[in-house]
C-alpha cells in the first residue's frame, strides 16, 4: 500500500506571491501546446491548409483557446456538475479561484473559440481542429499530473498492489490512483496515438474524429476508478456524469471519422518528419 506523498500545493513562495504546482502545470500545457504546434507548422508542406499559419497565428489560437477552456471549463462545471445550487448563487459562478472546472465544457469553449478564430482567418473550422488535436493531449497530462500533486480526484477504494492513501480524502482506506491513469491514458498514451496518426495526410476531420474517440474512450474506462463526486454521486446506474459526458463526444468522433473516409474530403494534416 501507497501513501501519497501530500505535497504542499504552493510550489515557490516569494513574500506574498505564491506560485502553485497547479499553475505551473497550466503553464507546462500552454507551453507544450506552443512548441509542438510550430514543429507541426514548420513541417507542413507547402498547399496544406494549416501552411498559411503563421507563428503570430500559433500565438493567436492559443490566446482564444485559453479563453475557450477557462470560461467554457468554468460554465461546464456549473451547467454540468451544480445546476441547482449555482441557481440560487449565481454570482459565484464567477468565483473561479473556488476550484470547479469541466474537461467537456473546457472542450466545448475551445470549439467555439477556434470556430470563431477560423472564420476571422478564412480557414475552414475542421482544418484548424485537425491540426490542434494533435496539440492537446500533451496539455491533458500535465493537468492530470497537477491533481495528483495537489492529491484531489482520487479514485475508488481499492486493494490492487498499488492502490494509495490519499490523506486529502479524509479516509485511510487506500484507492486508486486514477489521476496517475488518466496521466497516462488521456494524456501520454493518446498522444502518442493521434500524433502518430496524424503524421501522414487524413481527410478533413478524421484527426479531429480519432482525437474525440480515444480521449471519450479512455476517459470512460478511467471513471470507472476515479471517485465520483460527492455531491452528485453515481447519475445512471453504475455511471458518473463524466461517463455520459463522453457517449456523445465519442458519437461525433465516429461520425467524423465515418464521413471524412467515406466522402475523402481532402487532406487535412501535414506529414510530421
Excluded at 112 to 124: E, Q, W
Amino acid at each position: 500500500m501507497l501513501i501519497h506523498p501530500n505535497f504542499d500545493p504552493i510550489a515557490l513562495q516569494i513574500g506574498p506571491l505564491a506560485v502553485r504546482w497547479y499553475g505551473i502545470m497550466y503553464l507546462i500545457a500552454f507551453g507544450a501546446f506552443y512548441l509542438l504546434g510550430r514543429h507541426r507548422l514548420n513541417h507542413a508542406p507547402a498547399g496544406s491548409p494549416i501552411a498559411v499559419l503563421k507563428p503570430k497565428d500559433l500565438e493567436d489560437v492559443l490566446f482564444y483557446g485559453v479563453l475557450g477552456v477557462v470560461a467554457g471549463g468554468r460554465l461546464g462545471y456549473v451547467l454540468f456538475y451544480k445546476p441547482a445550487y449555482y441557481l440560487q448563487h449565481p454570482l459565484e459562478s464567477l468565483a473561479i479561484w473556488q476550484g470547479g472546472m469541466s474537461f467537456h465544457g473546457g472542450l466545448i469553449g475551445v470549439l467555439i473559440a477556434c470556430a470563431v478564430f477560423a472564420h476571422r482567418r478564412g480557414m475552414r473550422f475542421l482544418d484548424l481542429m485537425d491540426f490542434i488535436a494533435p496539440l492537446v493531449p500533451a496539455g491533458l497530462a500535465a493537468g492530470r499530473l497537477g491533481n495528483f500533486i495537489n492529491g484531489e480526484l482520487w479514485g475508488r477504494v481499492s486493494d490492487v498492489p498499488w492502490a494509495m492513501v490519499f490523506p486529502q480524502s479524509g479516509s485511510s482506506e487506500p484507492r486508486h490512483p486514477s489521476q496517475v491513469y488518466q496521466f497516462l491514458g488521456e494524456g501520454l498514451l493518446l498522444f502518442a496515438v493521434i500524433w502518430w496518426f496524424s503524421s501522414r495526410p487524413r481527410p478533413t476531420g478524421v484527426v479531429s474524429g480519432a482525437f474525440l474517440i480515444g480521449y471519450g474512450v479512455l476517459r470512460f474506462l478511467a471513471e470507472f476508478a476515479r471517485e465520483p463526486d460527492e455531491f452528485l454521486g453515481l447519475v445512471l446506474g453504475p455511471f458518473t456524469m463524466g461517463q455520459l459526458l463522453c457517449v456523445p463526444m465519442v458519437a461525433a468522433g465516429i461520425w467524423l471519422v465515418s464521413a471524412g473516409r467515406r466522402y475523402g474530403v481532402g487532406a487535412a494534416q501535414p506529414r510530421v518528419r
